[in-house]
């Protein structure tokens, strides 16, 4: 994936410019910087997401040859190959097995077999198997919250996407669950592209194999630095970058 | 001066809290005496059944002649089921679909438009309905099949009325599903008719049912409408077609001349509709109570 000038704005307010970078496939990307420099919406330019608010997005995004932010471009198709996770975990209020059968039934999978070997394997990737598989019945609400994330990628997962993006995934999980899913998200690295939007500095480290550095300047959000993730937290070349992953800014 | 003026602020405040609770009180001890009120007119009616030992004889149908002392009230809260399950049947699906359409399909402006629309239709005085279903629905039934004030007139004028409080009711349901839900299933590739169909509908479904017990209770209750284009016919409602007359409408029909047990008889079959008016209510509130327990976060 290659993000060229993108530019997100809201109504006459630009949020983020001049943004260009590559994503890698089987690596995980992470966004780092502070709160409103634009890292979410960046991210919700990649599946599109933005087509549901009153975003503007100008620049070239290109998917496996084609530039996704084109008009003509099947957004349906485009989602089950760019799967998202949000910052709070949205499971639906149905059974656990409905939260992962909708989507297989709307991507056209018709053979029920077909559906529950995918959800039993999704599920186990997950590590949710265990913890659920005598009550796939059972309201996906009465799960607990890292549980209900943990859900959430599965129900991502099961469509077999390319690209994960996830939007700070762990920030609403109390530590131990988000050490659950970190692992998880670790487990991820190599099978999947994942982008993923942290607050969380030390965990972008542990996770990551490319980073990204976020940053306000003339209240615009803007790509201050790119690269392997180890070279921008122990050889970081921007001043500002260097301030933020020590701590002294941010 | 910090305490001088905390303590005004706290005299006031316990000031108006007592105003509050006072009110607050007056309008509790009014409810409950309207309802003794009502036991006490009834009494008569009830106290002969309690010494009969006959309690539910006005269930079974032995016709409604109070002069022979003979209250068969059946036929007409049969009525009166089938006209507020008509007019739901009639309603709810197209308040249902008026819902959806506000919330995920007008354009800002023609939503704006139609729900000040539902909103005055929902304004609209009962008799005012009665005026029209008996000027227009009636005789447009009697081309068909005379008489023409039947069961059928009261669902259609009734289920008009009650389509405002369903269309309203659910489409604020559908409103406060959170935006995180319908997030998700477009970022799943969700059609948009699926995310309505199988997130947000199951997402609002307490709600929904909520506003649809209130237009029931409020489809119970209803008289002057419902009088106006019934027929007012004492007897089982065998067709669409037949002229009923509700158990509502028997009490404005008949109040300014009973006496005795029959007057006790009409405060009884009110004391009724009040029952299960409450009941009604009472179901919306535990309903919509636990969909915001249950159903969404925050």
């Given amino acids: ?250 | 001066m910090s305490w001088i003026a905390k303590g005004i602020v706290n005299r006031t405040d316990h000031r108006l809290s007592m105003m509050l609770a006072v009110l607050s009180a007056g309008a509790a001890l009014l409810l409950t005496l309207i309802v003794l009120f009502l036991i006490k007119e009834s009494w008569p009616f009830l106290s002969s059944r309690w010494h009969s030992g006959s309690w539910f004889d006005w269930l079974q149908y032995q016709g409604w002649y109070p002069q022979e002392n003979r209250f068969g009230m059946a036929p007409m809260l049969l009525a009166s089921l089938a006209v507020t399950l008509g007019a739901l049947i009639v309603a709810l699906p197209v308040g249902l679909a008026s819902a959806i359409y506000l919330q995920f399909y007008a354009n800002p402006k023609v939503a704006r438009t139609f729900r000040l629309l539902l909103t005055l239709l929902a304004g609209v005085p009962s008799v005012v309905f009665g005026l029209w279903g008996l000027t227009r629905i009636v005789p447009l039934i009697a081309l068909w099949q005379p008489p023409g004030a039947s069961l059928l007139a009261a669902i259609l004028v009734l289920s008009l009325m009650v389509l405002p409080t369903i269309a309203l009711t659910s489409a604020a349901a559908l409103a406060s599903v959170s935006g995180e839900l319908l997030h998700g299933g477009i970022a799943l590739g969700m059609r948009r008719k699926t995310q309505i169909l199988h997130i947000m509908l199951p997402a609002a479904r307490s709600n929904i049912f909520g506003g649809v017990l209130l237009a029931t209770a409020r489809a119970l209750g209803e008289t002057m409408a419902v009088l106006m284009v019934a027929g007012n016919v004492v007897q089982f409602p065998a067709g669409l077609f037949d002229p009923v007359r509700v158990l509502t409408a028997n009490i404005a029909l008949e109040m300014s001349y009973a006496m005795g047990d029959h007057r006790a008889s009409l405060f009884a079959s009110g004391l009724l509709l009040t029952a299960m008016v409450w009941l009604l209510s009472w179901g919306s509130y535990r309903v919509t109570r636990n969909g915001r327990e249950a159903g969404q976060y925050g």
């Fill in chain 1, 1 to 250: 994936m290659r993000v060229r000038d993108l530019e997100v704005g809201y109504g006459d307010k630009t949020v983020l410019s001049q943004v260009s970078l590559d994503i890698y496939k089987g690596c995980i990307t992470a966004l780092i910087g502070p709160s409103g420099c634009g890292k979410t919406s960046f991210l919700s330019t990649l599946n599109r997401l933005t087509d549901h608010s009153d975003a503007r997005v100008a620049g070239q995004i290109l998917f496996d040859g084609q530039d996704l932010l084109r008009d003509s471009v099947d957004t349906l198709g485009l989602r089950r190959r760019i799967g998202m996770i949000f910052q709070r975990p949205n499971p639906f209020p149905l059974s656990i097995r409905r939260n992962l059968e909708l989507p297989l039934k709307e991507h056209g999978i018709r053979d029920r077999q077909v559906r529950y070997r995918k959800i039993e394997k999704v599920l186990k990737d997950v590590g949710l198997w265990e913890e659920v598989s005598d009550r796939l019945d059972a309201s996906a609400l009465a799960l607990s919250g890292g549980q209900q994330q943990r859900l959430c990628i599965a129900r991502a997962l099961v469509l077999e996407p390319e690209v994960l993006l996830m939007d700070e995934p762990c920030s609403a999980l109390d530590p131990i669950s988000s050490g659950i899913v970190e692992e998880l998200i670790l487990r991820l690295r190599g099978r999947y592209t994942v982008v993923i939007v942290t607050h969380n500095l030390a965990q972008a480290r542990r996770v990551a194999n490319y980073a990204g550095f976020f940053w306000m300047t003339e209240r615009v959000g803007k790509l201050i630095e790119f690269g392997l993730c180890r070279h921008l937290f122990e050889a970081p070349r921007h001043a500002l970058t260097a301030a933020y992953v020590s701590g002294a800014r941010g």
